[in-house]
């Protein structure tokens, strides 16, 4: 069966920079559009970014753009998000999903498998 398992969370200070990775398997990774979504305490689930199968097309939520990175290596089966200039509001649970779609798929429920998720904590 599909499994995917997040690392990298962790609490870091304001301005701080995490990278977060996703190992996934039981799949074909290269056929799945991988997915980074987060979510905060009595906050719907919101899309972060999304990669295409080879890596060439990535989608992101505008706010954003710039600060975080996706990005995947399909010969270990993982995607990382990398994430810089942290700031408290960026503080959730981060979660990686995986979809047959392609494009900016920005809702939940294109996504058929997720983990369990990675927590960040942001300190001001």
């Known amino acids: 069966q599909v499994q995917l398992v997040e690392s990298g969370g962790g609490l870091v200070e304001a301005g701080g920079s995490l990278t977060l990775s996703c190992a996934a398997s039981?799949?074909?990774?290269?056929?799945?559009?991988m997915g980074w979504f987060r979510q905060a305490p009595g906050k719907e689930r919101e899309f972060v970014a999304a990669?295409?199968?080879?890596?060439?097309?990535?989608y992101y939520t505008d706010s954003l753009r710039g600060r975080f990175t996706i990005s995947r290596d399909n010969a270990k089966n993982t995607v990382y998000l990398q994430m810089n200039s942290l700031k408290p509001d960026d503080a959730a649970v981060y979660y990686c999903a995986t979809s047959y779609r392609t494009g900016r798929l920005t809702s939940t429920v294109y996504y058929a498998n997720w983990g369990r998720g990675t927590q960040v904590t942001v300190s001001s």
């Open positions: 990669v295409n199968w080879s890596g060439g097309a990535k």
């Open positions: 039981g799949l074909t990774f290269t056929s799945y559009t």
